[in-house]
């Protein structure tokens, strides 16, 4: 069978955060408790002349230019997203104009909550393993929305995430996928509502842990692989504690899990927040190192991968522009400039 | 904001698209058919250095409908690595942290907004490393 | 000593009041400024052969319609061309007429000027009409302004030749005590230095009081060549035209070598002064370009009145207030006249021409031989240069 893996990726979070304190300052809220609870000191906040768009292509390109090849070459290009810009017009498109990659290509918006940049994924390794492309490109990318004074509010963060995929040049070698898929309705959003419904802890239990330890489950059963069998674990990522739970209930130790939590700095990314997970520990992994990742998407769904580390990978490991760097920079806000920055001012 | 006119515009403003003179070997932005320094058609697309410095900068408080959005911001005349001048606003910073000679990177950013309803207008931006 | 065509002269003058007129269109202005050209002239209507309009955006109604309702209301049964050239669409359309009255095509024709900026009420919209004067698509689309841009200009004199605000400052704090003698003026008072100094920056270091504004008014001349003199015994107050000229720049700011000076203004003031014979220092009142502080500084030393980065001093020690070394902006410049864009540049002449005949009263310039215009598009891309001189002058 023909190989198939990542062959870049590229990683984009915007500069401004804004800290649990400051937004339960405004509804009476105990900050400590919250930072127990979701363990996301503050999160970050897109730019006024930013977003789902802009991101996508900014990792987008940082996958490209990490990666020095044509992007002519790419195939296919789908992203993941629940805030596009347009109801219609694919973000796609204009991710593909600005790259630039060719025209012949095939192109999508996505959606499935915060699975559908995995889900991307899953498409480009199918094509390309079929022979129907030669490399494609998935991102996730979210300026996740949450209604003021929800709990939601603390974590919903903004980031985008891009995995280039291809079967030359892999960095991690796809050794398999797997996905649960069931009709829950945890979190939802209708068409034209400004902002997304949850039921509250019925996200949980049934919803993100069940999805995410099946798909996990199922798709170490598949390999016949266990959690000893991985250095590096990475799950969905809507506060702290939920992966690291999650890990510990399927037998993963805090180390494996620990590398991943981009969302301790920055909060949940939604579509992008597993792919930043698997972009970090891209970013520091060793050849023949092995890496499990889950996806969870609310409505419901789980997607698993299993990844080899490839002797490639070292090339793809200086890049300016890593997800430390974007860490790094920040610029704190308070939350009359967050309204504002969230447009919630009418 | 016209659609045609976004659609015309779009590789440019995305892939900051100047040209590269075959005669004369002098480089010019933006995208023009005829190069400006020798008049020959023979020219070529070129793509811009993605880092420069500011060579001039200020802010704008008072901007037009479609980027009042955003304001106030800063701006600036960027010379960029490969000796080309633009104009560009530079995103994410204060200005009183700006300086001249100050190294930028270009980013890809929401120029206008039409509205709520109508088209959105991206293009390139600058901020520092 | 003739140089080329025809002479020709300004033999009337008209203008409206400068400011904020909600209860009239360009069509009340234009026809008031266009009659009382006329009858200033002392002419009969009907030996105007054609008129031009010189306007950028001329009110909230279709541009061309005015034109044709000021000449209907004017009773003028005439041609009529409409000259655009951003906000220096005045100056444009004086010199097309000039060039229809030198080439001998016409021998009396109608310049007007009109502009009501007043109807854009609505935030950024002016901003938007002047993007138009600047590289539309790589500066304003971008984010540009005509004032980011002009701010850009200043920090580069004031890097260059160490300008400071307070030398900034008083080119308004000049113009203002110069309007508050022009009963045209928008704004008839003075402005202490501090207030410009203390201003919110709008683009730093362009604060809010800096700019000129951009209100309504119009301004009309009526031009004969000297073939209409011969024909016609007995007219008076008639002012040579002894160069009018006009260059360019490129447009757009980042193309150019240097941000503190504008090469169109250089051109045009050197091939004046050259057609004319005479020196920048022969000029003893010029109506100059003062959009904003930086503009009257760049238009004093590419006109060649002062050492290229010495205008801020010279400004600062008084050197061109009124009847000093120059009398620069007597009528209290685009700053204080207020600046309704098309009207500004025949407003100008209206000035000059006055100055010239005499007649400019409590802000009159004692012993004018040679008065001078300079209207500018945006960032100096045009550039426009008028010399006048005294009636008997030998051309």
Same mark, same amino acid.
């Given at each position: 069978?023909?190989?198939? $893996?990542?062959?870049?990726?590229?990683?984009?979070?915007?500069?401004?955060?804004?800290?649990?304190?400051?937004?339960?300052?405004?509804?009476?809220?105990?900050? %400590?408790?919250?930072?127990?609870?979701?363990?996301?000191?503050?999160?970050?906040?897109?730019?006024? #002349?930013?977003?789902?768009?802009?991101?996508?292509?900014?990792?987008?390109?940082?996958?490209?230019?990490?990666?020095?090849?044509?992007?002519?070459?790419?195939?296919?290009?789908?992203?993941?997203?629940?805030?596009?810009?347009?109801?219609?017009?694919? /973000?796609?498109?204009?991710?593909?104009?600005?790259?630039?990659?060719?025209?012949?290509?095939?192109?999508?918006?996505?959606?499935?909550?915060?699975?559908?940049?995995?889900?991307?994924?899953? +498409?480009?390794?199918?094509?390309?393993?079929?022979?129907?492309?030669?490399?494609?490109?998935?991102?996730?990318?979210?300026?996740?929305?949450?209604?003021?004074?929800?709990?939601?509010?603390? %974590?919903?963060?903004?980031?985008?995430?891009?995995?280039?995929?291809?079967?030359?040049?892999?960095?991690?070698?796809?050794?398999?996928?797997?996905?649960?898929?069931?009709?829950?309705?945890?979190?939802?959003?209708?068409?034209?509502?400004?902002?997304?419904?949850?039921?509250?802890?019925?996200?949980?239990?049934?919803?993100?842990? !069940?999805?995410?330890?099946?798909?996990?489950?199922?798709?170490?059963?598949?390999? *016949?692989?266990?959690?000893?069998?991985?250095?590096?674990?990475?799950?969905? *990522?809507?506060? /702290?504690?939920?992966?690291?739970?999650?890990?510990?209930?399927?037998?993963?130790?805090? =180390?494996?899990? =620990?590398?991943?939590?981009?969302?301790?700095?920055?909060?949940?990314?939604?579509?992008?927040?597993?792919?930043?997970?698997?972009?970090?520990?891209?970013?520091?992994?060793?050849?023949?190192?092995?890496?499990?990742?889950?996806?969870?998407?609310?409505?419901?769904?789980?997607?698993?991968?299993?990844? +080899?580390?490839?002797?490639?990978?070292?090339?793809?490991?200086?890049?300016?522009?890593?997800?430390?760097?974007?860490?790094?920079?920040?610029?704190?806000?308070?939350?009359?400039?967050?309204?504002?920055?969230?447009?919630?001012?009418? | 904001?016209?659609?045609?006119?976004?659609?015309?515009?779009?590789?440019?403003?995305?892939?900051?698209?100047?040209?590269?003179?075959?005669?004369?070997?002098?480089?010019?932005?933006?995208?023009?058919?005829?190069?400006?320094?020798?008049?020959?058609?023979?020219?070529?697309?070129?793509?811009?250095?993605?880092?420069?410095?500011?060579?001039?900068?200020?802010?704008?408080?008072?901007?037009?409908?479609?980027?009042?959005?955003?304001?106030?911001?800063?701006?600036?005349?960027?010379?960029?690595?490969?000796?080309?001048?633009?104009?560009?606003?530079?995103?994410?910073?204060?200005?009183?942290?700006?300086?001249?000679?100050?190294?930028?990177?270009?980013?890809?950013?929401?120029?206008?907004?039409?509205?709520?309803?109508?088209?959105?207008?991206? $293009?390139?931006?600058?901020?520092?490393? | 000593?003739?140089?080329?065509?025809?002479?020709?002269?300004?033999?009337?003058?008209?203008?409206?009041?400068?400011?904020?007129?909600? #209860?009239?269109?360009?069509?009340?202005?234009? /026809?008031?400024?266009? &009659?009382?050209?006329?009858?200033?002239?002392?002419?009969?209507?009907?030996?105007?052969?054609?008129?031009?309009?010189?306007?950028?955006?001329?009110?909230?109604?279709?541009?061309?319609?005015?034109?044709?309702?000021?000449?209907?209301?004017?009773?003028?049964?005439?041609?009529?061309?409409?000259?655009?050239?951003?906000?220096?669409?005045?100056?444009?359309?004086?010199?097309?007429?000039?060039?229809?009255?030198?080439?001998?095509?016409? #021998?009396?024709?109608?310049?007007?000027?009109? =502009?009501?900026?007043?109807?854009?009420?609505?935030?950024?919209?002016?901003?938007?009409?002047?993007?138009?004067?600047?590289?539309? !698509?790589?500066?304003?689309?971008?984010?540009?302004?005509?004032?980011?841009?002009?701010?850009?200009?200043?920090?580069?004199?004031?890097?260059?030749?160490?300008?400071? +605000?307070?030398?900034?400052?008083?080119?308004?704090?000049?113009?203002?005590?110069?309007?508050?003698?022009?009963?045209?003026? !928008?704004?008839?008072?003075?402005?202490?230095?501090?207030?410009?100094?203390?201003?919110?920056?709008?683009?730093?270091?362009?604060?809010?009081?800096?700019?000129?504004?951009?209100?309504?008014?119009?301004?009309?001349?009526?031009?004969?060549?000297? #073939?209409?003199?011969?024909? &016609?015994? $007995?007219?008076?107050?008639?002012?040579?035209?002894?160069?009018?000229?006009?260059?360019?720049?490129?447009?757009?700011?980042?193309?150019?070598?240097?941000?503190?000076?504008?090469?169109? %203004?250089?051109?045009?003031?050197?091939?004046?002064?050259?057609?004319?014979?005479?020196?920048? /220092?022969?000029?003893?009142?010029?109506?100059?370009?003062?959009?904003?502080?930086?503009?009257?500084?760049?238009?004093?030393?590419?006109?060649?009145?002062?050492?290229?980065?010495?205008? $801020?001093?010279?400004?600062?020690?008084?050197?061109?207030?009124?009847?000093?070394?120059?009398?620069?902006?007597?009528?209290?410049?685009?700053?204080?006249?207020?600046?309704?864009?098309?009207?500004?540049?025949?407003? *100008?002449?209206?000035?000059?021409? =006055?100055?010239?005949?005499?007649?400019?009263?409590?802000?009159?310039?004692?012993?004018?031989?040679?008065?001078?215009?300079?209207?500018?598009?945006?960032?100096?891309?045009?550039?426009?240069?008028?010399?006048?001189? *005294?009636?008997?002058?030998?051309?």
């Amino acid at each position: 069978m023909n190989k198939v $893996g990542i062959v870049s990726y590229g990683s984009y979070i915007p500069k401004y955060r804004i800290s649990v304190e400051e937004i339960a300052h405004i509804w009476g809220e105990d900050a %400590t408790e919250l930072k127990n609870q979701l363990q996301v000191p503050k999160k970050s906040v897109l730019g006024l #002349d930013e977003d789902v768009v802009t991101m996508a292509v900014e990792s987008a390109r940082n996958a490209v230019n990490l990666w020095d090849g044509d992007p002519k070459l790419i195939g296919a290009i789908y992203v993941g997203s629940e805030s596009h810009p347009y109801a219609v017009k694919p /973000t796609a498109t204009i991710v593909s104009e600005a790259l630039p990659t060719g025209k012949e290509i095939m192109a999508a918006d996505l959606e499935f909550a915060c699975k559908a940049g995995t889900a991307g994924m899953q +498409m480009c390794f199918g094509l390309v393993k079929s022979d129907m492309i030669n490399y494609g490109l998935a991102i996730g990318s979210d300026d996740s929305q949450a209604k003021p004074s929800d709990p939601l509010e603390y %974590t919903a963060a903004a980031g985008s995430a891009a995995i280039l995929i291809g079967r030359e040049g892999i960095i991690a070698e796809l050794e398999g996928t797997y996905s649960v898929t069931s009709d829950t309705p945890d979190f939802w959003r209708r068409e034209g509502a400004t902002y997304p419904s949850h039921g509250q802890r019925f996200t949980g239990k049934p919803a993100y842990f !069940q999805h995410s330890i099946d798909a996990t489950k199922g798709m170490m059963n598949q390999l *016949q692989t266990n959690p000893s069998d991985y250095d590096y674990v990475v799950f969905h *990522q809507p506060n /702290t504690k939920f992966p690291l739970s999650v890990a510990k209930m399927l037998g993963f130790t805090k =180390e494996q899990v =620990e590398l991943s939590l981009v969302c301790r700095h920055i909060g949940n990314t939604y579509s992008a927040s597993s792919m930043l997970g698997l972009n970090r520990i891209l970013e520091k992994a060793s050849s023949g190192e092995r890496i499990l990742m889950t996806s969870y998407g609310s409505g419901a769904g789980s997607d698993s991968f299993s990844f +080899m580390v490839t002797d490639k990978i070292e090339e793809l490991q200086a890049y300016p522009f890593d997800i430390e760097y974007y860490i790094k920079r920040t610029i704190d806000i308070n939350y009359g400039l967050y309204t504002r920055y969230k447009g919630l001012l009418k | 904001m016209e659609p045609p006119k976004i659609w015309r515009e779009k590789r440019q403003r995305y892939l900051a698209l100047g040209i590269s003179c075959k005669k004369c070997g002098k480089r010019s932005f933006p995208l023009s058919e005829y190069c400006p320094y020798c008049g020959t058609n023979d020219v070529e697309e070129y793509r811009l250095a993605e880092t420069g410095k500011i060579l001039y900068f200020t802010n704008v408080s008072m901007a037009s409908n479609e980027m009042a959005f955003n304001a106030p911001y800063c701006l600036g005349i960027i010379e960029l690595n490969d000796g080309i001048k633009v104009t560009g606003q530079i995103i994410d910073c204060d200005y009183k942290d700006l300086k001249n000679g100050m190294e930028v990177k270009m980013v890809f950013r929401i120029l206008a907004r039409d509205g709520h309803e109508g088209l959105i207008k991206y $293009g390139f931006k600058f901020t520092s490393i | 000593m003739r140089m080329n065509g025809k002479n020709v002269f300004v033999i009337g003058t008209g203008l409206t009041k400068f400011g904020e007129f909600y #209860d009239r269109d360009s069509t009340s202005l234009a /026809t008031e400024a266009l &009659n009382a050209a006329i009858n200033d002239a002392k002419i009969d209507r009907s030996s105007i052969k054609s008129a031009y309009f010189g306007f950028m955006i001329s009110n909230s109604s279709p541009h061309s319609a005015f034109s044709s309702k000021c000449l209907r209301e004017c009773n003028v049964s005439i041609p009529f061309t409409r000259v655009e050239a951003g906000n220096a669409s005045g100056a444009a359309a004086f010199h097309q007429a000039y060039i229809s009255l030198a080439s001998g095509i016409h #021998d009396c024709v109608a310049v007007i000027g009109s =502009e009501k900026l007043s109807d854009f009420v609505k935030n950024g919209t002016i901003e938007k009409i002047l993007g138009s004067t600047i590289d539309y !698509q790589w500066e304003y689309e971008i984010g540009a302004t005509l004032t980011s841009l002009y701010a850009m200009i200043t920090k580069a004199h004031m890097r260059e030749f160490h300008t400071t +605000m307070e030398q900034l400052a008083s080119v308004p704090v000049k113009n203002h005590k110069n309007g508050k003698e022009n009963p045209h003026a !928008q704004f008839r008072r003075e402005i202490p230095l501090d207030r410009f100094l203390s201003a919110k920056r709008i683009s730093d270091p362009i604060g809010r009081f800096d700019l000129a504004t951009h209100c309504d008014g119009s301004s009309a001349l009526i031009l004969v060549s000297e #073939d209409y003199l011969e024909r &016609n015994n $007995g007219i008076k107050n008639k002012i040579p035209i002894l160069s009018s000229e006009h260059s360019s720049d490129v447009l757009t700011l980042h193309h150019r070598e240097s941000l503190t000076e504008f090469k169109s %203004t250089v051109t045009a003031a050197k091939k004046a002064f050259t057609k004319v014979g005479i020196e920048p /220092t022969d000029i003893a009142v010029a109506e100059v370009h003062d959009s904003f502080p930086i503009s009257e500084i760049l238009a004093i030393e590419d006109l060649g009145f002062f050492e290229k980065g010495e205008g $801020g001093k010279a400004t600062e020690a008084g050197l061109t207030q009124l009847n000093s070394k120059i009398s620069v902006n007597p009528s209290g410049g685009l700053k204080a006249r207020g600046d309704p864009f098309g009207a500004t540049g025949i407003a *100008q002449i209206v000035e000059i021409v =006055e100055q010239l005949r005499g007649r400019a009263d409590k802000r009159q310039v004692s012993e004018v031989e040679y008065g001078l215009t300079h209207n500018i598009m945006g960032t100096g891309a045009l550039a426009y240069v008028n010399i006048f001189g *005294q009636e008997e002058m030998e051309q």
